[in-house]
């Protein structure tokens, strides 16, 4: 009837979308330039997409101690906490989402209610704890933090995975004698493994990008990679640019190695909703 | 047919034992610091009972803290949930289903960054001379300054971009994927009664999803909360205070200026209270 103004409509749509979907991805895309340019070339007013390449500040990055260091306590950090959250949530999930009491909707807001906590009234007083305990600004005092952010997250969202499990092929084992902790091992995790990896993508990337505790719990020797990268722009007036863009790059990485993982983890969630 | 078994306790009660221990101890603690005096510099205290929370509503720095919280958390909640549902929206009615999959891999990228990495490619973005996304208003005005992170009146605004950036485009997939799961029949309906486009939405398809739709609001209201990690790389609650939030008053308090760590625990503390009665009110309701 109006044709026109209808396709007029869609063309601007169009437009916004991809306006959206440029914005979403170009300020990383540049800062990884950036990471590649010599400061001159990143010191213009007017922007420059044509420079001459230097892996200057990369190898700047890669070869400092304190950036190994953080590094290195980055992944120790977020792994074992990743670990220990995987061993005690998963279960935990599982008897939830299987062996429904009259607790359960409690339990479940309980888990959900630690992600309320404000972080620095969690951080203030752990702080005070591990430096009467001598533990203060070590690994050790940061993976026992982090536990309860990965042990709660991974709980939380391992219990729709492990519902989201046919119930008839628990049954089935049942039938064929498998006891309640095997059917849990041989049946509940294979079967909910793929949305169960997304979970513990999901709290890998969330205690990866942690900030504030992580800089209330250390001073110098636990230091993970976001405080140091912080600290890499407070050297003087003369902010290295290059150099603070390509360790931007590098805290960026890891987490965005999980993209597939985690796109399929929302498909499969809602997924399971429309059927 | 499920016989008793043994797993349930075996398998819940050490993880709720530690996430108990985990979450009260410091919760507690943080009550108790509250109470005394407290200071980084010497390990002497003594008991001060309420006299921290006292001072706390007499400091006019607080209470500035206070209200850029509130500006912070409704400024971020509305922004990104207009622009996910209208990008989601958008998506729905103008993209096919390959399209779907590449904005939808797109829009997800911002919110896996960690916040310091957000934060620092905005700073360089926001710079008044070097940053691209000044550029455009250098070009246009010829070369004139527009430094948005140490302007009182736009600080906020422009550090909030950076977390709606993040979160919006996230829950625009989010949003997506909701409208994907609507049977179609009522949508199409509406069409045969020549509703048009933005009608059918809103007046048939995002009232279906109202309580996804504020779940997900309150999802974005409790991650509102930690706005620190930007504030903290991209102006240090500055210009003045103008983007001093409670957490990173109390971090100054705490941490920067003065050492004062009993003080910034009775802070956190009335955050804490705050926070967890209005979500479990909230929760409460959203459940029902």
């Known amino acids: ?275 | 047919m499920r016989r008793r078994s043994s797993l349930p306790v075996t398998f819940l009660a050490p993880t709720l034992a530690i996430l108990l221990v985990l979450s009260m101890v410091p919760t507690l603690y943080a009550i108790v610091i509250a109470l005394q005096n407290r200071e980084l510099s010497t390990p002497a205290y003594s008991w001060v009972w309420f006299s921290n929370f006292a001072d706390l509503f007499l400091d006019r720095r607080f209470l500035n803290a206070v209200w850029v919280s509130v500006k912070w958390e409704v400024v971020t909640v509305v922004a990104t949930m207009v622009l996910a549902i209208g990008l989601g929206v958008l998506m729905f009615e103008v993209a096919s289903p390959r399209l779907r999959n590449v904005y939808c891999l797109l829009f997800i990228i911002p919110v896996l960054l960690p916040r310091v990495s957000a934060a620092f490619v905005w700073k360089f973005a926001y710079h008044p001379l070097y940053g691209i996304a000044t550029y455009p208003y250098r070009l246009i005005t010829g070369g004139m300054i527009f430094d948005p992170l140490s302007k009182a009146s736009t600080a906020l605004f422009a550090v909030a971009s950076v977390d709606v950036w993040q979160w919006g485009l996230f829950f625009a997939v989010i949003v997506l994927k909701l409208l994907e799961t609507l049977p179609p029949q009522p949508i199409e309906a509406a069409r045969l009664d020549h509703a048009k486009r933005w009608q059918i939405h809103a007046y048939v398809t995002l009232p279906m999803l109202k309580a996804p739709l504020i779940s997900l609001m309150f999802v974005k209201m409790i991650e509102s909360l930690r706005s620190f990690d930007l504030i903290y790389v991209m102006t240090r609650g500055g210009p003045g205070v103008a983007t001093e939030t409670l957490d990173m008053y109390a971090f100054s308090q705490g941490f920067i200026e003065s050492g004062k760590v009993s003080y910034a625990s009775a802070m956190a503390v009335l955050m804490m209270i705050a926070t967890v009665i209005t979500f479990t009110f909230l929760w409460k309701r959203v459940q029902a």
């Open chain 1, 1 to 275: 009837m109006r044709p026109y103004p209808i396709r007029l409509g869609r063309l601007i749509a169009k437009a916004i979308l991809a306006l959206a979907g440029f914005l979403a991805v170009f300020p990383l895309v540049w800062t990884a330039l950036n990471a590649l340019k010599n400061n001159v070339d990143i010191i213009t007013r007017v922007p420059r997409l044509v420079f001459t390449p230097t892996l200057a500040n990369i190898s700047y990055i890669l070869g400092r101690d304190s950036v190994l260091t953080g590094l290195y306590n980055s992944v120790v950090a977020c792994g074992s906490a990743v670990l220990i959250g995987v061993a005690l949530g998963l279960p935990a999930a599982y008897a939830v989402a299987r062996y429904p009491n009259r607790f359960a909707g409690d339990i479940q807001f309980f888990v959900l209610s630690l992600r309320f906590l404000p972080p620095v009234a969690v951080a203030i007083p752990l702080m005070v704890i591990w430096l009467q305990v001598g533990l203060y600004d070590t690994l050790p005092a940061l993976i026992v933090t982090y536990s309860l952010l990965t042990i709660s997250v991974i709980m939380w969202l391992a219990i729709p995975s492990f519902q989201g499990v046919p119930r008839e092929i628990e049954e089935a084992a049942f039938v064929d004698g498998y006891g309640a902790y095997s059917v849990f091992w041989r049946i509940a995790l294979p079967v909910a493994a793929r949305s169960l990896a997304g979970a513990i993508a999901f709290s890998f990337v969330l205690v990866w990008n942690e900030f504030l505790i992580a800089l209330m719990l250390s001073s110098s020797n636990a230091k993970t990679l976001p405080i140091v990268a912080s600290e890499l722009s407070q050297q003087g007036m003369n902010v290295p640019w290059g150099i603070l863009n390509a360790s931007v790059v590098l805290l960026s990485l890891p987490p965005l190695l999980f993209l597939g993982v985690l796109s399929g983890f929302l498909n499969s969630v809602f997924r399971q909703k429309k059927s």
